[in-house]
């Protein structure tokens, strides 16, 4: 048993021995970080402004549109830009904006419309960061280290999720509000630095894993940008495998967003007759069961059928979004969330490793955006209809969400080709 542990402690950390992902990893914390104080920097100072939700709701969407437009743009770049300089170009021009809006806020010289402009530049800047950084990871590391590297990112990207506003608050509270915007534009340049010192790993001529960052460069380079993005869009949804992940990772996201959102909310406060605190340790334990899962599927030296484990996750999150639905107390509802977290923890790993192990490395980043892109467009869909449904109790609203995963769990073991994914 100890051996075991030893193993698995050694096969997790195997990955922070090598500079290069260790820069990758300070990179991506010192990223996220960034956005959870811009966050918090234009929420106040929007409300300190305004004192009005509503423009609250046009800045952050100025920022949201942006991104989710040309996210499929950065994705295609990596035929001619590697993901390296996308994402180090990416983190100092967010850098740059946010040391001006911050001194532009200390000068008194900030507006709404001047906020509209500036998160709607952050946002198209920030849509070339986020692929390049999904995709990056193959030219960093070797194929087998691919599922602990992922691990250990996304446990860091899930503390500084928690750490960004929460330090971005801190802040505010005890500075004037633009002092967050320049400590955000520190925590981008830093990332900026960080990333620009990632030496790819050599690869044979013959193979394309890794991108633009490493192997000979897609024929399609050549073609134009749009031409590339349908490329990319081709590639993702002709093969089977691909749209499989694409539609479990579209059905997570739809019994995500609003069950997990309005759904908790409604949860905490109406049928378990808690308060904020109640709310919190539902999204404490959603949390932790992620990281907890995300750690024991990158210690596990294994790999699984995706498709088994794909379908697997689809009907654990049913059973786990119907349980919701009819508990009757907090306990219960914080150990079916933190089941399910766990479950997408652990699966996470896998089947990002799968994506970045299997696809050639040009076409990687596009396959990434177009994953995005329909989570952009779900998400808010999502909220949507769990508003209304949750008119009526968190009962309906749960049982529309399992129902949806449960048949996507169906739909994935209908097909041999799926099920035989490795």
């Known amino acids: 048993m100890a051996s075991t542990l030893v193993d698995a402690r050694s096969r997790l950390s195997a990955p922070a021995r090598l500079p290069s992902f260790r820069l990758l990893w300070l990179g991506q914390s010192l990223s996220l970080l960034g956005d959870g104080f811009s966050y918090i920097a234009f929420s106040w100072i929007t409300l300190g402004l305004t004192g009005s939700t509503l423009a609250l709701g046009y800045v952050l969407a100025c920022q949201a549109v942006p991104r989710a437009l040309l996210t499929l743009v950065g994705g295609s770049l990596s035929d001619t830009w590697s993901s390296r300089r996308l994402m180090t170009l990416s983190s100092w021009a967010r850098a740059a904006l946010m040391a001006a809006v911050g001194l532009a806020g200390l000068a008194g010289s900030l507006t709404v419309a001047v906020l509209c402009c500036a998160a709607a530049a952050f946002g198209a800047v920030d849509a070339f960061f986020q692929p390049a950084r999904a995709s990056i990871l193959p030219s960093v590391v070797d194929k087998e280290l691919l599922a602990p590297a992922n691990a250990l990112l996304a446990v860091a990207a899930k503390v500084s999720a928690v750490l960004g506003?929460?330090?971005g608050g801190m802040v505010v509270a005890f500075a004037d509000a633009p002092v967050a915007f320049l400590v955000d534009g520190v925590c981008f340049a830093l990332c900026g630095l960080c990333?620009?010192?990632?030496?790819p790993l050599p690869r044979p001529a013959a193979d394309g894993a890794g991108g633009a960052d490493g192997g000979a460069p897609e024929p399609s380079a050549a073609l134009s940008l749009a031409a590339r993005i349908r490329a990319g869009l081709r590639y993702a949804f002709e093969d089977p495998r691909i749209r499989t992940i694409l539609a479990v990772d579209a059905a997570v996201t739809f019994c995500q967003a609003g069950?997990?959102?309005v759904g908790f909310a409604t949860l905490a406060k109406v049928d378990l007759q808690g308060g904020s605190a109640t709310l919190g340790l539902l999204n404490g334990a959603l949390a932790g069961g992620?990281?907890?899962?995300?750690?024991?599927g990158g210690a596990l030296d294994t790999r699984p059928r995706i498709g088994l484990l794909i379908a697997a996750l689809a009907g654990w999150l049913a059973i786990g979004t119907g349980l919701?639905?009819?508990v009757g107390n907090t306990a219960g509802?914080?150990?079916?969330?933190?089941?399910?977290?766990?479950g997408m923890g652990f699966q996470g790993v896998f089947g990002l490793s799968w994506i970045q192990r299997t696809i050639d490395g040009p076409v990687l980043s596009r396959v990434i955006s177009v994953d995005m892109v329909i989570g952009y467009a779900v998400a808010p869909l999502?909220?949507?209809?769990?508003?209304?449904?949750?008119?009526?109790?968190?009962?309906?609203?749960?049982?529309?969400?399992?129902?949806v995963l449960a048949v996507t769990g169906i739909g994935i073991l209908s097909s041999r080709t799926v099920r035989e994914m490795r």
């Open 165 to 167: 506003p929460a330090v």
């Open 195 to 199: 990333v620009s010192g990632i030496r």
């Open 259 to 261: 069950p997990f959102t």
């Open 290 to 296: 992620a990281m907890l899962g995300t750690l024991v």
């Open 324 to 326: 919701l639905g009819i």
């Open 333 to 342: 509802a914080l150990a079916t969330v933190l089941a399910m977290g766990f």
């Open 382 to 403: 999502s909220l949507i209809v769990c508003g209304a449904l949750a008119g009526s109790g968190t009962g309906p609203m749960f049982a529309v969400s399992a129902l």
